[in-house]
C-alpha cells in the first residue's frame, strides 16, 4: 500500500472582494506521506490558512481535487465527508474553539460523543498525553491560552486521527507556550507516526527534518526557492 496519504491534483480557491475575483490558491499540487511532518509559511493573505482548511474538507475548492488516504474528499456526501474527518482528521484551531460552557474534559471528548462513542476514557488519556491530566474539570475560562491550545490539541486526537492539522497553533501566545505546543504536537507526530501539517507564518518554527513550503502568490514553493 502506498504510503502517500494526503494529496491534492490542480486545487483552485477565489473570493470575490466587491467587484473583484482574487484567487487564493491557483492549481495547487500537493503530496505528503505518512508520518511527514510539514510546515506551510508565507505572508499574512498567502492563502495559508485557506489550503489548511480546503485540504481538511472545511472548505470546498472552486476546482480540484482532495486525497486523504486514497479517499477523494470532496466527492463524499456531507454527511460522509463529517464522519471521515472526525475518524481520520484532528484540526487544531489558533483561537482554540472550545466550547465554553463545557470542561476540559467534555471538549475533548465531544468528538467521540459526535461519532456516537463514550470516548471519557480516551478524553483523560489525552488530556494526560499533553500534560493536563489535573486541569480535566475545568472550565475554558479557568485556563491558561497555552493550557486552552493542550486542551484543543487534545480534542484533535482523541479518535486517533491519521492527520493533525493546525493552524497557526502557537500563534497567541508567548514564547515559552509556544515552544511548549510545537514540542507536544511533534512528540505527538513521531511516536503515533501522524502526518503533522502546520501552518505558520514564523518559518523558524519548522524543525529539523520537517519540510517546509513557502506559499506566494497562490502557488506551493520549496523553503528554498527564491
Not at 58 to 71: D, F, N, Q
Not at 97 to 122: Q, R
Not at 155 to 176: C, Y
Not at 192 to 204: A, F, G, I, K, S
Request: aromatic fraction near 4%; glycine fraction near 8%; hydrophobic fraction near 40%.
Amino acid at each position: 500500500m502506498s504510503d502517500l496519504i494526503i494529496e491534492t491534483v490542480d486545487v483552485h480557491r477565489s473570493y470575490r472582494v466587491g467587484k473583484k475575483s482574487i484567487e487564493v490558491l491557483h492549481g495547487i499540487d500537493l503530496s505528503i506521506r505518512r508520518g511527514e511532518r510539514v510546515f506551510l509559511c508565507g505572508p499574512s493573505g498567502a492563502g495559508k490558512t485557506t489550503l489548511l482548511y480546503t485540504l481538511a474538507g472545511l472548505e470546498r475548492p472552486e476546482r480540484g481535487s482532495v486525497y486523504i488516504h486514497g479517499a477523494d474528499l470532496y466527492a463524499m456526501g456531507r454527511k460522509e465527508q463529517a464522519c471521515f474527518r472526525n475518524r481520520e482528521i484532528g484540526y487544531v484551531f489558533q483561537n482554540y474553539h472550545l466550547l465554553p460552557e463545557l470542561t476540559a474534559l467534555e471538549n475533548v471528548a465531544a468528538p467521540g460523543a459526535i461519532a456516537g462513542w463514550n470516548s471519557s476514557v480516551a478524553a483523560r488519556n489525552a488530556l494526560t498525553r499533553v500534560g493536563l491530566a489535573d486541569r480535566a474539570e475545568h472550565l475554558p475560562a479557568e485556563l491558561s491560552g497555552g493550557e486552552q491550545q493542550r486542551v484543543a490539541i487534545a480534542r484533535a486526537i482523541v479518535n486517533e486521527p491519521k492527520v493533525l492539522f493546525a493552524d497557526e497553533p502557537t500563534g497567541n501566545l508567548d514564547s515559552k507556550n509556544s515552544a511548549e505546543i510545537m514540542t507536544i504536537l511533534l512528540d505527538l507526530a513521531t511516536e503515533h507516526q501522524v502526518t503533522l501539517v502546520v501552518v505558520t507564518h514564523d518559518r523558524n518554527l519548522a524543525p529539523a527534518g520537517a519540510r517546509t513550503l513557502i506559499i506566494r502568490d497562490g502557488s506551493i514553493h520549496p523553503s528554498d526557492s527564491p
